[in-house]
């Protein structure tokens, strides 16, 4: 069996990707090796979406409290960056952090969705 991947997400420019999303997008398809994103402590501003075909991700990060992904999106206002990132439109589409992979896994990562109240 193939040993695990490692990429490195840093906000401020010293891992491998900027963004986790540029981190899963360089997965690739139909995944079979466990790919292990750790993520260094910071804000994340920005939509996060793991499709079906990107399988065995795990979001790893040293503190909950200093790791945070947040996105505002409502089931009224859906903004994923990119047209190509829609995967729905309502409540269904308006997640920050939306996981369709199988056997993901995240461990020490604040998922917030900082939507107004509407």
């Known amino acids: 069996m193939p040993s695990n991947r490692v990429l490195r997400v840093a906000a401020d420019g010293s891992g491998e990707f900027w963004t986790v999303q540029e981190a ?6 139909s995944n079979r090796v466990r790919t292990v994103i750790q993520v260094a402590p910071g804000l994340y501003r920005e939509p996060v979406y793991v499709p079906k075909t990107k399988n065995f991700i795990t979001l790893a990060a040293s503190r909950p409290e200093s790791t945070i992904l947040s996105w505002d999106n409502t089931a009224t206002r859906i ?4 047209p190509s990132r829609v995967i ?3 409540t269904f589409g ?3 952090t939306i996981v ?6 995240a461990e020490n990562i604040t998922f917030e969705n900082k939507a ?3």
């Open 88 to 90: 729905g439109t309502g």
């Open 94 to 96: 308006c997640g920050s």
């Open 79 to 82: 903004n994923h960056h990119q």
């Open 116 to 118: 107004p109240q509407v």
């Open 100 to 105: 369709e992979g199988e056997d993901f896994i």
């Open 24 to 29: 899963i997008d360089a997965v690739p398809l």
